[in-house]
């Protein structure tokens, strides 16, 4: 392979809802329940993409009010369409938050964090602009381990072009690791930090529901795939297909894990 150059942004709701959106919002309920944050509280949510996490939010946590800021100009446009006016969404940095200081009780993101070149700066932002004793949280893929649909891919990925591993999200992003997250946390000066994992299934009903997302074009995977060539494309869909645990009547049974954090601001 020559040295691809695939993106990690997303730009389009669409295609993220079908790939990863549909499955982040089954880590978000078990992630809120878990937080514990009570009724009547301000909530932000950093990186808020389509929407997800807030959602849980506004349906499970009875939130005072609920802000959510996002730089990609399509995830917002979904974000507003699928939240209406029950959140106030606006566009935002992780690493710049257009808000005062102190001014939440919760803030939270989900799924963002390996994707902000700045770690530090976004955690600092995050305890800025919230009230003391309030909570951090945040979640992330484990990309190295049983984010399964994922390593399905890039394992078999690999196999067939070892240059494929300098794009794979597990190595990559040394953050989907609980280690690096808490370290995160704690350099950041956040206290009462605690880690868990969230395991949730992710069913597909044959391969064509795991594959099409691949075909989407947006996420480092899908990049990669549709960077390819038809014949190369065509011979990592037959050596996934090969790896995938099917069962009798064709369905996939997989699991994703992710790895949940949280802390106190001081």
């Known amino acids: 392979m020559a040295d691809k150059q695939v993106s990690d942004a997303w730009e389009r709701g669409s295609p993220y809802e079908r790939y990863v959106g549909r499955w982040s919002r089954k880590v978000a309920p078990p992630f809120l329940a878990w937080l514990g944050v009570p009724a009547g509280r301000t909530w932000l949510d950093v990186g808020c993409g389509t929407g997800a996490l807030s959602a849980a939010i506004l349906d499970r946590c009875a939130p005072a009010s609920v802000a959510g800021v996002e730089p990609s100009e399509g995830f917002l446009k979904t974000a507003q369409e699928n939240l209406g006016d029950r959140a106030t969404l606006s566009p935002g940095s992780a690493t710049a938050i257009p808000f005062n200081d102190a001014a939440v009780d919760a803030a939270v993101s989900g799924l963002v964090l390996n994707f902000i070149p700045d770690q530090r700066a976004a955690l600092a932002e995050m305890a800025r602009v919230t009230d003391q004793g309030g909570a951090i949280a945040a979640y992330v893929w484990d990309y190295a381990g049983r984010m399964e649909l994922m390593r399905a891919f890039w394992d078999a990925a690999v196999e067939l072009d070892a240059d494929a591993a300098k794009l794979d999200e597990g190595i990559r992003f ?86 949940a954090i949280r802390a106190t601001v001081d």
């Open 174 to 259: 040394p953050l989907c690791r609980p280690e690096a997250l808490e370290m995160l946390f704690a350099d950041a000066g956040l206290q009462d930090i605690e880690v868990r994992a969230i395991d949730i299934p992710t069913p597909f009903e044959n391969f064509d529901d795991y594959w099409q997302p691949f075909l989407g074009g947006q996420g480092p995977a899908p990049a990669y795939a549709m960077s390819l060539d038809e014949a190369a494309r065509a011979r990592l869909r037959d050596r996934i297909r090969s790896r995938l645990p099917f069962a009798a009547d064709g369905s996939i049974p997989m699991t994703a894990r992710a790895w």
